[in-house]
């Protein structure tokens, strides 16, 4: 029978127990290892049971062993260890109290999913990992942020397979009460809310959960309250759920009643107010104008309060392509912005002007939540270098006139929690070389003089590590392997064959991911005769392990997950390749460790980042894969290879597949197997191991969410919050009134005349020539801008590259016409074609780039004297 209510009853721990639901209700303990060892002495069989949740442990325990272990003098010191460890943890200054000045007192960082643990499923994929590995490197650091999501009643979804291969959706429903959350709540105990004014006199309301992740607050927003109607209530339903509406209420309350939300932590918590706002991703853009809205309602006219906002506001874009950013019709969301909707008090028409798609090429129509992210914030970035690289390309309709290299997108490469990701049993062998806290420094915090101890461990201890991970994987895939077939409609006595799957002696490949088209899940079937000879090679076989999700509505990605599991089903093959479904945290923690190679093509370059590489590497496991995302930047062949591309012009889809399998092939068949297999000293793969050791030496320190979290506060949060500061009302103010006389006065700026003293077209290496330029400011003076020389190497088609940009400076007065004339230098320090070009900018105290307003003047053709150089 089905209840028609459910409660949550929670155990009464005995008084010296009490720091158990302390360290049950700090998600610390999912990358804490001691912690998770103290919960499985608590009850083995009950630990294994809860999935390794504490909270459902403590749920599940009986009251005889809780009094068994109250009396457990051994258990107790061990406890109070533990208990004392978290808070030294929580309590003790680390690397951000040990910096300078300037830093902001807060950060808050918003994004649609966090990857925290298993146990709290809020995630769909490598955004929500990136997310929680970004919030514990935070907390490992003492950067004092607040996470900012949505609780999702369903979480993303469950996947199970039909018997004949096709993925199904499973929905749970996901109890608050049960997960290691708290209520946030006002001082009289009531549940702290929030509310959003929806079109029709209709309000949207929300409750807000709080999951502690180490010293990091995280505060997720849930509608599924009483107060709400039907409609309402289902908001938070699923991530990434519904139709547009759905979404576009989605991202309105994460955005703006996630401010609303930090407010009233803040109040209530006594936690420093956020100077810095972090949008991951575009999704919580609609934060920047809930701030706006704040200092309007102080008195702050929208420019001004634009400026204010903007200064203070740091952007992450992850996605290489227009299609993967949310974009809504512009009648949709300006229904819901207004008088008799949310933030009346700003006009409709410039909330929609933010997200418009007014530059060439875009959708007049169609608000995009990128370019709204864009436009809020100052200071803005990709997540490898070449992910800046396709952003700036991407985006660069936004500032016309310069050239995408300048757009100012910089990049942040991702990495991964290290304490997270990397096995017990390499972390212990870690600590067994240098020491459990210098080991557990170099995980957190980085530093590659912690790594270069990897270069002592003797080459028996990594080859054993190495083996001891792969057979924990093939144990670990024949459990999931029993679990899907049953779940198929396999009985027992048609799984025996189960117990033969993959070899623990075998090279093992693996491939984990989402299931968009562009990541090639079935690439490795364009030739499945050489595939079938790779997997039953009888000297140099290998084993392939894979998994993923393809979105529900994507039925192209279900049929490519259907066409490898049908291959995985062949019983000729089915011992040495296997699909394993519902791909997620558990699961990968036991995937990276255990394989030899992580493999990865996608269709260059279209991988943002792909951090589940940096995960294995970091145990150990080498890399193949296509030069993308992080793997373009850090790439050597010391650890790791590379797939070859045909990503040139005119490659059809079809034959580019057909060439990069064949590399993907070749690269396995001569080069990896063979290094597996060979045999040196003592019977070693020597070779193999060096490899192993150069991944975990040169490659760890650098994939390390403790280094990206540091990048971010050095190089975005920092500056993010002195601009906060700098930008007072008055100074806000003063900044936008400038810009708008900027942008007014600005077609009166020219370049009218360009001449150097060089007489000749050629010149000598370290040559320096002088550069006089007549201009025309028009209504401008020459505080409101910036003269510069660009200079460089030159292309076919006389187009600078690797430019080095000067500025020249004013002499005299102006002439009877307002015109200046500016010098400098032209220093001429590069061999081969050389040219040059000059240009106007606007330049102001308080702009981060001189590219900000999108504004430039350069020379027409017939004002320029003397404009080339030829370097011999």
Known sequence: MKAIRRFTVRPVLPDPLRPLSDLARNLRWSWHAETRDLFQSVDAEAWAAAGGDPVRLLGSVRPARLAELAGDRRFLRRLTA??????????????????????????????????????????????????????????????????????????????????????QEHYPVLDPNELPLGQLKEPDGTPAGLSLALPGARALRARIWLARVGRVPLL???????????????????????????????????????????????????????????????????????????????????????????????????????????????????????????????????????????????????????????????????????????????????????????????????????????????????????????????????????????????????????????????????????????????????????????????????????????????????????????????????????????????????????????????????HRIVFLPDYGMAMAQKLYPGCDVWLNNPLRPLEACGTSGMKAALNGCLNLSVLDGWWDEWFQPDFGWAIPTADGAGTDPDHRDDIEAAALYDLLEQRIAPRFYERGRGELPDRWIEMVRQTLSLLGPKVLAGRMVREYVERLYAPAAQA?????????????????????????????????????????????????????????????????????RVDAEDRITDATVVPLKPTGTPDLEGRLVYEGPLSLDRTGPYGYTVRILPTHPLLASGTELGLVAVPSGDVVEGAGVLLR
């Open 82 to 167: 533990v208990a004392d460890d978290l808070d030294d943890y929580l309590t003790g200054d680390r690397w951000y109290q040990s910096q300078s000045d300037g830093l902001p007192a807060a950060v808050a960082y918003f994004s649609p999913e966090f990857g925290i643990t298993a146990a709290l499923p809020q995630y769909s994929g490598g955004l929500g990992i990136l997310a929680g590995d970004h919030l514990k490197a935070a907390s490992d650091l003492g950067v004092p942020l607040i996470g900012v999501g949505l609780l999702y009643r369903h979480g993303y979804f469950r996947q199970t397979l039909s018997r004949d291969g096709w993925q």
């Open 220 to 574: 997720l927003l849930d509608s599924d309250v009483e107060e709400n109607d039907f409609g309402e209530r289902g908001v938070t339903d699923r991530l990434y759920g519904g139709g547009s509406e759905h979404r576009l209420l989605q991202e309105m309350l994460l955005g703006i009643g996630g401010v609303r939300a930090v407010r009233t932590y803040c109040r209530l918590t006594g936690h420093p107010v956020p100077e810095v706002f972090h949008t991951n991703e575009g999704h919580a853009g609609f934060l920047g104008l809930e701030r706006i809205a704040e200092l309007c309602d102080e008195g702050l006219d929208f420019d001004s309060a634009l400026e204010a906002v903007r200064g203070g506001t740091v952007f992450t874009t992850h996605t290489p392509v227009p299609a993967g950013i949310d974009r809504f019709d512009r009648e949709l969301v300006g229904r819901h912005f207004g008088r008799d909707a949310e933030l009346p008090g700003i006009d409709v028409q410039r909330i929609l002007a933010l997200g418009m798609e007014t530059y060439p090429g875009g959708e007049p129509n169609l608000f995009n939540m990128a370019v709204m992210g864009l436009r809020l914030a100052q200071r803005a970035n990709g997540v490898s270098l070449l992910h800046g690289n396709v952003s700036r390309g991407m985006f660069a309709g936004l500032w016309p006139g310069f050239d995408a290299e300048e757009v100012p997108i910089t990049s942040v490469t991702n990495g991964v929690h290290a304490p997270t990701w990397v096995a017990p049993e390499v972390l212990r062998l870690g600590a067994r070389q240098i020491g459990a806290q210098r080991a557990e420094d170099a995980l957190s915090v980085g530093g590659s003089e912690r790594w270069d101890a990897v270069a002592d461990i003797a080459d028996q201890e990594i080859w054993e590590l190495r083996r001891t991970l792969r057979e924990q994987l093939v144990l670990e895939v024949r459990e999931r392997l029993r679990v899907s077939w049953r779940q198929r409609g396999a009985g027992n006595a048609e799984l025996g064959w189960i117990d033969g799957v993959l070899d623990p002696d075998v090279l093992t490949i693996g491939f984990a991911r989402r299931v968009p088209s562009y990541k090639r899940l079935t690439l490795m079937l364009r030739d499945r005769d050489r595939l079938m000879e790779l997997l039953l090679h009888p000297e140099r076989p290998v084993q392939i392990v894979v998994a993923g999700k393809a979105h529900p509505a994507d039925d192209g990605g279900k049929r490519l997950v259907q066409e490898l599991v049908r291959f995985t089903d062949d019983p000729r093959v089915r």
């Open 724 to 792: 906060h500061r700098a930008l007072t009302p008055d100074t806000a103010r003063d900044l936008a009134e400038w810009k708008a006389r900027v942008r007014g006065a600005w077609p009166g700026v020219s370049v009218d005349h360009v001449e150097t003293t060089a007489t000749t077209a050629t010149a000598e290496l370290g040559t320096t020539v002088g550069l006089r330029v007549r201009v025309g400011l028009g209504e401008l003076s020459p505080d409101d801008v910036e003269v510069q020389a660009v200079s460089g």
